[in-house]
């Protein structure tokens, strides 16, 4: 059976690296507060996308928020990197470690994810992102499930934590384009949610074929 850790090229950086060694060997922060990091990191996010629904907002904001976005999903991702990392190449695990590496994972995506909806600035917006924070746990659900019933878990796409993360942070950066295509964020935020809420369908549906034809090959 496969190692249920996700692949994860930036593990093999050398400041990935630096930045887990010195967490492990000369601070007292444990991988299970690293994850909790990642929602409050999250939200930050979530407060940067909540601005766009500000009745008026200075302009000087049309390039505050993407870069508050930006440093939001990309911080929450970090953590997500150098938690593992910590717990597993820096000798801290602990018997609970599984519950805080999946279970704030699934607070962050929904912060981030319905944040986008409300950028969009509009009801089927919301609903959007309101429908690909659910379809985002049902991703998570899908790997895990494998897991419990004897198969491997699978992390493929199209649209894993990784690939949701990197549509979001390539729309806010589309944003800093505000000042010359007024209101873009209600266009594009709607079509990302879109995007994610499919590719999430079927990453689903990708996931579960993969553990049906790893059980029945087993069986056979």
């Known amino acids: 059976m496969n190692s249920p ?29 690293i ?18 629904a500000l009745p008026q907002y200075p302009e000087k904001f049309y390039f505050i928020l993407p870069i508050v976005i930006i440093i939001g999903i990309q911080s929450r991702l970090i953590c997500n990197l ?18 805080y590496n999946e279970f704030p994972d699934r607070i962050s995506d929904t912060f981030i994810i319905v944040g986008a909806g409300i950028a969009g600035l509009s009801t089927y917006s919301l609903i959007l992102g309101l429908v ?3 379809l985002a746990i049902l991703t998570a659900y899908t790997r895990l499930l494998g897991g ?4 491997d878990q699978y992390f493929i796409g199209p649209m894993a934590k990784q690939h ?17 295509c007024n209101n873009i964020n209600t266009i594009l935020y709607p079509a990302v949610l ?27």
């Open 82 to 99: 150098i938690d593992g990392m910590v717990a597993i190449e820096g000798g801290k695990h602990s018997i609970i470690g599984g519950i």
């Open 132 to 134: 690909a924070a659910l």
């Open 148 to 151: 419990t019933i004897g198969a």
């Open 35 to 52: 994850s909790v990091m990642s929602i409050f990191c999250s939200f930050i996010a979530f407060l940067g996308y909540c601005c766009y």
């Open 194 to 220: 879109a995007v994610i809420s499919l590719g999430c369908i079927i990453t689903v549906w990708r996931r579960l074929e993969h553990i049906k034809k790893e059980l029945e090959t087993a069986n056979e």
């Open 164 to 180: 949701r993360m990197a549509l979001l942070t390539f729309a806010a950066i589309i944003c800093f384009f505000q000042p010359f």
């Open 5 to 33: 850790r996700r692949e994860i090229k930036t593990r093999d950086t050398k400041w990935a690296q630096s930045l887990a060694k010195f967490v492990a060997t000369k601070t007292d922060i444990t991988p299970n507060t």
